[in-house]
């Protein structure tokens, strides 16, 4: 079937860490990968993808990590900053000729300062 | 920076009358989405829009939802009779390309009394 878990419902982190925020998929098919941030009362907003055909990509202060063997995703957020407080969702997707993005549960990110 | 919009901010209905939501993508993207997110729960896909017709529902878009672009511009979402279970965020998303990025506007938040 489709799903997308995450392993930790909140993390806090010092201001200035670095974040880890870690997702499971189940489906083996899926070839797009994208990260999300949601602030409260807001649309989700784009931060970083990653295609299948590839196994680390990085943005701005942000890197994403595919482990395909293991179907596992993670974004890491550097010197983390007080905004980067939020809901970070990893959503897939399961490709099969769609371009649905299926979505998991979230982890709330709290940075202290 | 271009923007997904949408109207209304927030729409309080009676069970049983219909709403339309609104959404007006970015000007160059050709494929639209309708997503929801009930309170506290992750995002949901709903429909997938592309040449004027649907590409893919979930199971959740049933007779009571309809999509249309009625003038070229505006995307809109119809829940012909709505429940009190349709009271969630709805999250318009559009794309340049069926297999990239997804960019989503801030919601509409539904509420069904």
């Known amino acids: 079937g489709e799903s997308v878990g995450l392993h930790l419902p909140t993390l806090s982190v010092q201001e200035g860490d670095n974040s880890i925020i870690n997702c499971a998929y189940s489906?083996?098919?899926?070839?797009?990968f994208i990260w999300y941030k949601q602030e409260s009362g807001k649309g989700p907003q784009f931060i970083i993808d990653?295609?299948?055909?590839?196994d680390k990509r990085q943005g701005q202060r942000v890197t994403v990590l595919l482990n395909k063997t293991v179907k596992h995703l993670s974004l890491q957020i550097a010197a983390t900053q007080p905004g980067d407080s939020a809901v970070y969702f990893c959503?897939?997707?399961?490709?099969?000729?769609?371009?649905?993005?299926?979505f998991g549960a979230g982890t709330i990110l709290r940075v202290k300062s | 920076e271009p923007e997904v919009t949408q109207t209304p901010s927030h729409q309080v209905t009676q069970m049983g009358q219909e709403v339309i939501l609104r959404c007006v993508p970015i000007?160059?993207?050709?494929?639209f989405y309708w997503y929801r997110q009930i309170l506290g729960q992750k995002v949901e896909f709903l429909v997938s829009?592309?040449?004027?017709?649907?590409?893919?529902k979930s199971e959740i878009f049933d007779d009571q939802f309809s999509v249309e672009r009625p003038d070229g511009s505006n995307f809109t979402l119809k829940i012909r009779s709505t429940k009190l279970e349709d009271s969630a965020m709805y999250f318009c998303?559009?794309?340049?390309?069926?297999?990239?990025?997804?960019?989503f506007g801030p919601g509409t938040r539904l509420t069904v009394l």
């Open positions: 998303a559009t794309g340049a390309r069926w297999d990239n990025e997804q960019f």
């Open positions: 829009f592309y040449n004027n017709e649907i590409s893919e």
């Open positions: 489906n083996s098919a899926s070839d797009y």
């Open positions: 000007s160059n993207h050709l494929y």
């Open positions: 990653i295609r299948s055909n590839m």
């Open positions: 959503a897939e997707n399961p490709s099969l000729g769609g371009n649905k993005l299926v």
